[in-house]
């Protein structure tokens, strides 16, 4: 099984910056995409930043140029650095990891992280 510790997040005014880390435990064959998702109050979850195993990072267009997702393989973690936040960034941030173990391909999700901006 695979667990998804998340840390980080919290307050911070409009355009201060937060990071957020989610590190990877227990047992698999092998770790493929990981990344961050976040759902706004009364919004549906969408993908912010992923980054895949051979470290390839993918961003919504919304953080682009804004957030770094970066990936420690020998950890197991994934580390999201949200710059200049807006008030738009603020909701509930979720870890999620792709993975394979023994011959079944799954999904693991982390039990979210509130991140608020204030004006």
């Known amino acids: 099984q695979v667990q998804l510790v998340e840390s980080g997040g919290g307050s911070v005014e409009s355009g201060g910056s937060l990071s957020l880390s989610c590190a990877a435990r227990?047992?698999?064959?092998?770790?493929?995409?990981m990344g961050w998702y976040r759902q706004a109050p009364g919004k549906s979850r969408e993908p912010v930043a992923r980054?895949?195993?051979?470290?390839?990072?993918m961003y919504s267009d919304s953080v682009k140029d804004r957030f770094i997702i970066s990936r420690d393989n020998a950890k197991n973690t994934i580390i999201l650095q949200m710059n200049s936040l807006k008030v738009g960034d603020a909701g509930v941030y979720t870890c999620?990891?792709?993975?394979?173990?023994?011959?079944?391909?799954?999904?693991?999700w982390g039990r979210g992280i509130q991140v608020n901006v204030s004006a």
């Open positions: 980054i895949s195993s051979d470290l390839v990072s």
């Open positions: 227990g047992t698999w064959t092998s770790l493929s995409e």
């Open positions: 999620k990891a792709d993975h394979v173990i023994t011959y079944s391909e799954g999904a693991t």
